[in-house]
C-alpha cells in the first residue's frame, strides 16, 4: 500500500457481502463499506427484479470515519423459489459484485448466487478458527464444495458456525499489528478507558506494553491479580492447553477491526507489513507468527466466497469475547465488579452483535441498534465515543437474553445461548455454572414440543468424552476449574438433569441430533434412551475446530483411556449422570487403532432423511484429504455396542 494513497481511494466494501438469514420472504445480508452506501440489490427471477436498499431495509451504523456497516434485511412481497439457484448482484454506483469484489465470484459466472432449500436435507457446521494456528482454514472445504458447481438439491441448505468465529482473547503479534494499522487507516472510533494505566485508546495502541504484555495495563493493585491473570497473564492449563492471553483485544475498534480482517480479504490490501519494536525472543514469535498468517490470509478470498453464497447462521462461545466467559459465579463477579474488565468484556458482545447476532435475527436487535446508532453519534466531532453511553449499551448487553433463535425449517433448528443465561452454582461460587438456567431449559422444551424432529445447536457437546468430563470433575473438586475449561452439560446436576429429561419428555422430538463445537476435535455419539422401546433417539455430532485442533499425543492417550475405563461393563458408567443413556460411538473411517475421537481440522458434513434423522456424517478435511466418514460399527468390530453393520 503506497502511504500517499488517499482515503478517497479506499474501496466502496471493505466486507461482505455475507449471506445470513434467508426465508422464503426474506434476505438478511452484512456489509462493510468505507462510506455510506446506497445499494441495489438485482435477483434473477422473471424479469430481473431489482431492489433499491433504502433506510426502510438498510440499516447503516458508523464505527469509523470510513467504515460503515450495513445491516440489510430485505422483506419480499412474493416468495422466493425453492430449490432453485437464485444469482443475485449488489449494484453500488452502477457496478456490480464483479467489479468490485471479483474474488466473490466462481468460475465461469458473472455474479454470486444463493438456493433457498425446502427443508434441511444437508448441512455444514464447525466451530473454532483461529487465524495463526498451524493448520489449513477448514471453510475453504466448503469453497471447494461449492466450485464444483453442485446442483441446487445438492448444495448445503446452510453453514451453522457454533462458536469462536473469532479469537479476541488469543491474537497473534502480526494480527494485532495489522488491527492497529487498520484502525488508524479507517479511523475508526477511539474511546476512553477507566480502570487501566493507559487512558484511552490511542494511548494504548502506542504504549511499548501493548503487544506481548497488556497485563502491565492494569493498575498495580493486588486486588487486581484475579484480572490480570483472566484477561492477560497467560496463566497455565497444564491438561489441556495454555492460554496466551497477552494481546487481548480491549476496545471496540480493536475487535471490529479484527472482524474484518478474518473474514475479508480487502482490508488486508490497505495495511502494510510492519513489525513493531519487540525484545529478540518476542520478536521471533512474532516473525513465526506472522508466518502462519501468510496461509489463513491466502485463502480469505475462499472464505469470504463461500459466506457470499451459503446462509451462514452463528452463536457465540467463550473465546468471542473472552476465555472462560461466565464459566462460574465468582469469574462473574470478579470480572464485572472491575471497569476495565467489564469494558472489554462488553466492547466484544457490542461487536458480536453487529457482526453475528444481529443476522441471526434481526427483529431481536431493534433497541440495541437505536443504542448503538446514538453511540456512534456521539463520535461525530472528536471521533471519540462517550464512555457514559458506551457503559450504558453495555449494561444493557450484559442482561440482554435474546440470543439464542429458532429457525422456522423442517426440521426446526434451535440454536442455544449456552454463555449468558448460566444456572449459577448456590453452594460454591467457585463451582462451573450449568450452561443453562431453569428459565432457558423451561423455553427450550417449549420450543420443542410437537416438532418430529429438531437440530439443536449446543455450543458445548452434551454428550462428551466421558474421561475429559471427569478429569475436569475433579479439577472443579478441587477448586480450580478454570485450569481445565470445566465447560460440560454434566458439571451441573441440575441442568444436567434438566436436559436429559427434556430428551425423554414424551412430546418433544422423536429424533435429535445436537451439532456442537468447542473441544477442537470431531466425533459421533448415539443415544438412546435404556428400557425405553418407542423413546426418541439422539445424535450428537462435534466438529471442531475449523482452524484449530487438539494436542494430537493428548488426546490419543485421552481417546485410549476412554475406551479402556469406561467399557460397556465398567462400574464407572454408574458414576456418570447419563447412566440411563446408551451412548454408542461411531467409528471414524480412517482412524488407525478403534479411535473415535478424530483430529483434524475442518467442518463437519451431515445429510439427514425425510425424517429429520442423519444418513451420512462426515468430517471434511482442511487438509486436502478424502473426507472421513463416521461410521456404525459392527457387531462384531463393537467394543460398547452391537449395532448395524457398516455403511
Not at 584 to 593: G, N, V
Request: aromatic share 8%.
Amino acid at each position: 500500500m503506497s502511504a500517499a494513497l488517499s482515503q478517497e481511494h479506499l474501496p466502496p466494501v471493505l466486507a461482505g457481502p455475507m449471506l445470513r438469514r434467508i426465508e422464503a420472504r426474506r434476505l438478511v445480508f452484512w456489509l462493510v463499506g468505507s462510506r455510506r452506501l446506497a445499494p441495489t440489490l438485482r435477483l434473477s427471477l422473471e424479469g430481473g427484479d431489482e431492489y433499491p436498499l433504502g433506510a426502510d431495509c438498510c440499516r447503516v451504523i458508523p464505527f469509523g470515519r470510513h467504515a460503515y456497516l450495513h445491516l440489510i434485511d430485505l422483506r419480499l412481497e412474493t416468495s422466493l423459489p425453492l430449490d432453485q439457484q437464485i444469482d443475485y448482484d449488489l449494484l453500488i454506483d452502477g457496478a456490480g459484485i464483479a467489479e468490485w469484489a471479483p474474488h466473490l465470484i466462481y468460475g465461469e459466472a458473472s455474479q454470486p448466487s444463493f438456493v433457498l432449500r425446502s427443508r434441511i436435507d444437508q448441512l455444514l457446521h464447525g466451530s473454532c478458527r483461529k487465524p495463526h494456528y498451524p493448520a489449513d482454514d477448514g471453510l475453504l472445504c466448503a469453497d471447494r464444495l461449492l466450485a464444483a458447481g453442485p446442483a441446487p438439491e445438492q448444495r448445503p441448505a446452510l453453514l451453522m458456525l457454533s462458536g469462536d468465529q473469532v479469537y479476541t482473547d488469543d491474537v497473534a503479534g502480526p494480527m494485532l499489528r495489522a488491527i492497529h494499522q487498520l484502525i488508524a487507516r479507517l479511523g475508526l472510533f477511539d474511546e476512553r478507558l477507566d480502570g487501566a494505566v493507559v487512558s484511552d485508546s490511542r494511548a494504548l495502541y502506542a504504549h511499548p506494553a501493548g503487544y506481548y504484555h497488556r497485563a502491565d495495563l492494569l493498575p498495580a493493585l493486588e486486588s487486581n491479580e484475579t484480572l490480570r491473570e483472566r484477561f492477560f497473564g497467560g496463566a497455565r492449563k497444564p491438561i489441556f492447553t495454555s492460554s496466551n492471553a497477552e494481546n487481548h483485544l480491549v476496545t471496540l475498534a480493536e475487535v471490529l477491526a479484527m472482524y474484518l480482517l478474518v473474514w475479508s480479504p480487502v482490508p488486508w490490501t490497505l495495511i502494510e507489513s510492519q513489525i513493531p519494536v519487540l525484545a529478540p525472543k518476542k520478536a521471533e514469535r512474532y516473525r513465526l507468527e506472522e508466518s502462519r498468517l501468510e496461509g489463513f490470509r491466502a485463502g480469505l478470498p475462499g472464505a469470504a466466497r463461500v459466506f457470499a453464497h451459503l446462509p451462514t447462521l452463528m452463536i457465540f462461545d467463550d473465546h468471542d469475547i473472552t476465555d472462560d466467559w461466565n464459566l462460574s459465579a465468582q469469574w462473574e463477579q470478579t470480572a464485572y465488579g472491575h471497569p476495565f474488565s467489564k469494558r472489554i468484556i462488553g466492547n466484544a458482545l457490542l461487536a458480536y452483535m453487529l457482526c453475528q447476532g444481529w443476522g441471526n435475527d434481526p427483529a431481536a436487535f431493534a433497541e440495541l441498534l437505536d443504542r448503538t446508532e446514538s453511540l456512534a453519534a456521539t463520535a461525530a466531532d472528536d471521533n471519540t465515543l462517550n464512555s457514559t453511553i458506551l457503559d450504558g449499551l453495555i449494561d444493557r448487553l450484559i442482561t440482554f437474553n435474546r440470543w439464542q433463535y429458532v429457525l422456522p425449517t423442517t426440521p426446526a433448528l434451535v440454536v442455544l445461548d449456552t454463555r449468558t443465561r448460566r444456572w449459577r452454582s448456590e453452594i460454591n461460587l467457585k463451582r462451573p455454572s450449568g450452561l443453562l438456567d431453569w428459565e432457558a431449559l423451561s423455553e427450550l422444551q417449549q420450543d420443542l414440543l410437537d416438532h418430529p424432529s429438531a437440530i439443536i445447536v449446543s455450543p458445548a457437546p452434551v454428550f462428551g468424552v466421558k474421561l475429559i468430563e471427569t478429569v475436569q470433575r475433579v479439577f472443579s473438586w478441587l477448586g480450580h476449574p478454570l485450569l481445565v475449561d470445566a465447560e460440560n452439560w454434566m458439571a451441573h446436576r441440575g441442568a444436567a438433569q434438566v436436559i436429559l429429561n427434556i430428551f425423554r419428555h414424551s412430546r418433544t422430538p422423536g429424533s435429535y441430533v445436537i451439532l456442537s463445537g468447542d473441544v477442537h476435535y470431531s466425533f459421533v455419539y448415539e443415544v438412546l434412551i435404556r428400557h425405553r422401546q418407542q423413546g426418541p433417539k439422539i445424535w450428537q455430532i462435534t466438529s471442531s475446530g475449523i482452524k484449530n485442533e487438539f494436542p494430537r499425543r493428548l488426546l490419543d492417550v485421552f481417546d485410549r483411556l476412554n475406551r479402556w475405563l469406561y467399557s460397556p461393563r465398567s462400574p464407572l458408567n454408574w458414576f456418570t449422570k447419563r447412566r440411563p443413556m446408551k451412548v454408542m460411538p461411531r467409528t471414524p473411517e480412517h482412524s488407525k487403532a478403534g479411535e473415535r475421537l478424530w483430529n483434524s481440522a475442518g467442518l463437519g458434513q451431515v445429510f439427514f432423511d425425510l425424517e429429520g434423522r442423519p444418513t451420512r456424517i462426515f468430517q471434511l478435511n482442511a487438509n486436502g484429504t478424502e473426507p472421513t466418514e463416521f461410521l456404525e460399527e459392527r457387531a462384531d468390530e463393537a467394543d460398547e455396542h452391537p449395532v448395524a453393520r457398516r455403511v
